[in-house]
């Protein structure tokens, strides 16, 4: 089950945990012992996640859904399929195609205040946050790199549009796969995203990315690759700082 793309993992587990329910239901089992066997197969299915968030989301999806349902045991029958609502949002904010790249985790503030330090730009350098979600990364660059062409990319259109309204002309958003754009012409590339897309990006970055230019990531190093600096930020976070073409 983990080998499967996340969210989808996540999905099938909940179901999972809703039928061994209705099974132990269908054996004569409480409604007491059903929910607890239900839980417990959710932790089992959640164990082999190597990331503890995704660990959290597995375990938590079936008893979070019977407290929605609980919640709407006043509401008519036809009413309850209101409980799926917030996944149907989840599905319009992360789309099928970005379900291998990063979850949604926002840049915390202050985190890249080294980084001119160890990265210092000429003004007017273009800096791109692949996969700028909310665009707190944007923000926290147009911070530290006030002089900077701030230009950010993403895929989910509704976070592309929270994105532009968050910087409101301090940097370029625009929807699209980050793995099709050029990064040619880029002074420093930020990005925060998974241990699984790092060699990839790291792939693309030395095609791409010009002599001089600088990958910062927060949290996850490249696999194989020496850092030109790393640090820890105040909130216990590690940024990675490297030169592909160098």
Not at 41 to 52: C, E, F, K, Y
Not at 62 to 70: D, K, N, R, T, Y
Not at 140 to 169: I, K, T
């Amino acid at each position: 089950m983990s080998g499967l793309r996340w969210p989808l993992a996540a999905l099938l587990s909940w179901l999972l945990a809703w039928a061994g329910f209705a099974s132990l239901r269908a054996l004569g089992a409480s409604p007491g012992a059903a929910l607890l066997g239900a839980t417990l197969l959710g932790v089992v299915l959640a164990l082999p996640h190597r990331v503890r968030w995704r660990r959290l989301i597995v375990a938590a999806g079936f008893p979070v859904s019977v407290l929605a349902q609980g919640w709407q045991a006043g509401l008519p029958a036809a009413w309850a399929w209101l409980w799926w609502l917030p996944l149907l949002l989840l599905w319009w904010l992360y789309p099928r195609r970005s379900w291998s790249e990063a979850p949604l985790f926002p840049t915390p503030r202050g985190a890249l205040e080294r980084l001119p330090e160890f990265a210092p730009l000429p003004p007017g350098a273009r800096v791109l946050d692949a996969g700028c979600g909310l665009g707190h990364g944007l923000a926290e660059l147009a911070r530290v790199y006030p002089q900077a062409r701030l230009e950010g990319v993403e895929w989910s259109r509704p976070l592309v549009w929270a994105a532009r309204w968050r910087l409101r002309g301090r940097a370029r958003v625009q929807r699209g796969d980050l793995w099709a754009g050029d990064w040619g012409g880029l002074a420093l590339l930020y990005v925060f995203q998974r241990p699984e897309t790092m060699v990839r990006l790291w792939a693309k970055a030395q095609r791409e990315l010009p002599p001089g230019a600088w990958l910062a990531s927060l949290d996850f190093e490249v696999p194989g690759q020496r850092p030109q600096a790393q640090w820890l930020t105040p909130g216990g976070r590690t940024v990675w700082l490297y030169r592909p073409q160098v």
